[in-house]
């Protein structure tokens, strides 16, 4: 019986230095994996996070200008449709700056032509001898402009919400930086009618994008040194002028 019990003995110390060795043997092995992930270099994906983007993105160009049909058009992803929408801008913009055509007049005229033809093709019966067509009702539906309507509404008031913010004084630079661009342009507009200025921003949403995600690589090197260089001015600029600003009462009230 005590040979029995010292050998059961034996073989439970045998199976507990085996238990241990397992555990040292599988925290020596991942201690090795730990100090071999530190070893190993910066993957591919995070040194491209690291490259400077244009405004500072980290999406593509299609998913900064919101994705969809819009982005789709202004990246000519279909180049017809595309075409036709720039050549559509295009044809409204000669009419109504270059030959000085009025909107109400063509209204007006689009609508006698319309009735016309539509006079015309009813009492064409009398000419072939057959019944006359039923003209087709037309029936404009509610979703789509309920639907525009209220994206725009929504734009316009967190327009409105953050000229609030800016105008709250929280933000000094943000304030300069507002007040600079509505006066260039209020310079631009000075030199154009809002129709103009609009069908350019029409154009410039149809080219800069696709060239610039064409030559971002490229372009984004130069963005980066021009950044830099606007935030050394800046720097000079706040150094010098807008810290002699008195902002004390402020300040207080904030305390």
């Given amino acids: 019986m005590a040979e029995e019990s010292e050998s059961k003995q034996s073989a439970v110390e045998s199976m507990m230095e085996k238990i241990s060795q397992k555990i040292h043997g599988h925290d020596s092995s991942s201690s ?3 100090d071999s992930d530190h070893e190993k270099p910066a993957s591919p994906s995070s040194v491209k996070a690291k490259i400077y983007r244009l405004f500072g993105r980290e999406r593509p160009v299609h998913h900064v200008l919101g994705g969809g049909k819009p982005a789709d058009v202004f990246l000519w992803r279909n180049k017809k449709i595309s075409a036709g929408v720039l050549g559509g801008a295009t044809a409204i913009w000669v009419l109504f700056e270059l030959i000085e055509y009025h909107l109400l007049a063509l209204i007006c005229h689009i609508s006698i032509l319309c009735l016309a033809l539509l006079f015309l093709w009813s009492n064409a019966h009398t000419f072939i001898h057959k019944s006359p067509p039923r003209i087709p009702e037309i029936h404009l539906p509610e979703e789509p402009f309920l639907q525009v309507a209220s994206a725009l509404a929504i734009e316009l008031n967190q327009g409105l919400k953050l000229l609030r913010d800016i105008a709250s004084g929280r933000n000094l630079k943000e304030f300069l930086m507002v007040i600079a661009a509505f006066w260039v342009l209020s310079i631009v507009g000075s030199w154009c ?6 069908y350019i921003c029409f154009v410039l ?6 060239l610039y995600e064409k030559y971002e690589d490229k372009v984004d090197p130069f963005a980066e040194k021009a950044a830099i260089e606007i935030k050394k001015q800046y720097a000079v600029f706040d150094a010098k002028v807008l ?4 902002m004390g009462p402020l300040k207080a009230k904030k305390v």
Avoid at 205 to 210: E, F, G, R
Avoid at 243 to 246: F, L, R, Y
């Fill in 193 to 198: 009618n809002f129709l103009t200025l609009f």
């Fill in 243 to 246: 810290s002699k600003i008195p």
């Fill in 32 to 34: 090795s994996d730990s």
């Fill in 205 to 210: 949403l149809h080219t800069v994008p696709v």
